[in-house]
């Protein structure tokens, strides 16, 4: 029988309640054991706190600015900007910077299009795949069928052929659960693993075309071995958060990890609020005779039922006829049963704890509110700046492998594309500046005009 560990030992306290320590708190017994309960609890977190999902929303797609595309070939330049929207490049960077701030990592890789090709290997025809659905069956990982050209019964034989169709290109991004990462602490060397999903092999397996037609053979090979498919390490990108390390072997770590504990605490607070919303806060209304002393009190020689029906009639006039005039045989008088629910609400802990969650992830609330004024001094400028700078700079690494890639496969390789640079704030006096320096023959007419967030080639052509 194994031992114990550490982490047993302290859940079992905890649910007996037998520890005292400080350190031991009730939302240990529900924090995440592995890192895929941990990426679970982040998108768990995200889809549950709208706050904390729209402040990362903009945290990571304010830096992201508009491309620049530099080639000295009009047509090179055109392919691009068909390519750019294509792939939605812009929006794909935005979504690596929501999961790099929320889940820690994101992975991604860039899906060539091919043309799936099968051969008679008796006559030698050609038949694409979506023309060979009628007459051929995909059966354990083969393709057999009758060839129209010979009439024979073969096994027609795969030729995947390159295109260069921009329109089948597009960006994959991984789901995070699904990578694994191998790492060797001694040489540093990373292998990534993608466990296929049951569906996607289930599709494979049974022949669906839309899996057959263009999913890489090397997936569909890995499905027939029944293994986990290994990435090709210059065809796969790891955009990651800051790690521990060996400690989590090669994982970037997600942010929202230190805060699971006050997250934890702020759905507590959240589910003592929508207990009193439902219970206290409305109050219930008793109408009823009003005591008085001594033998004068009117419920002593009083029909009580009759008095009942008789202002629920009047009760259902008045709200019909607001003007309907009420006529009781006896003074009432209105009690109020709870309603007292507005004192009792817990929103300003509430909002405590939301702040400590922002503040633990390096958020300012002020940025969600669009304000910001914390920052108007100098050091305040700088803090923030550093922080977005090296996302910024991995997000630049990301777009640079992007472009280098898909240059490479189309021959584009005169094409340099890049962002905007990113500024914190607009500086009107840096923009003078660079006016004057233009002006003096210091700088170029495209470092003036990208100042001000346009294009030079995009502005003369408008001219």
Sequence with gaps: MATPSPLDDLVAQLRRGGTSNPFYLLSNQFLPRNFNDVIRWSRFVLVNSPTLAEVIRKYSTYPITSFIIDSKIEAHEASWK??????????FLEEAGFSYYSMGNFYFSIYYP??????????????????SLEFVKFKNYTFEGTCPSCQKAVKFVRNDRKSKSIESLSLVSWPVENVSVHKNPITGDVNYYYTIPAYVKK??????PMFISTTPWSIIQAVKEGKDYLFDKNNFFHLKNMSFGDWLNGYGLPP???SYSFIFYQVLLRKANEAIAMERLTSMRIISPR???GNSDPSMGLNLRSFAANMTENLRRFKRDPNHVMISPVPTEVNNVGGDGRALLVTQELQAAEDTVLLGMGIPRELMAGTLNWTSSTVGLRLLENTITNYVE?????????VEKINNYFDYNDVHVSLVPFKLVDDDA????????????????????????FDLKEEQGKV
């Design 82 to 91: 068909k390519i750019i929207k294509k792939v939605k490049l812009k929006s």
């Design 394 to 402: 991995q997000v630049i690494d990301m777009l640079d492998f992007i």
């Design 203 to 208: 599709g494979i397996s049974s022949g669906d």
């Design 114 to 131: 091919l043309q799936r090709m099968l051969v008679c290997p008796s006559c030698k025809a050609e038949y694409t795949y979506a023309e």
């Design 291 to 293: 005591p008085a002393s």
């Design 430 to 453: 840096a923009r003078q500046q660079i006016g004057a320096m233009f002006e003096k023959g210091f700088v170029s007419p495209s470092t003036w005009l990208e100042a001000f967030g």
């Design 256 to 258: 929202l990890i230190s």
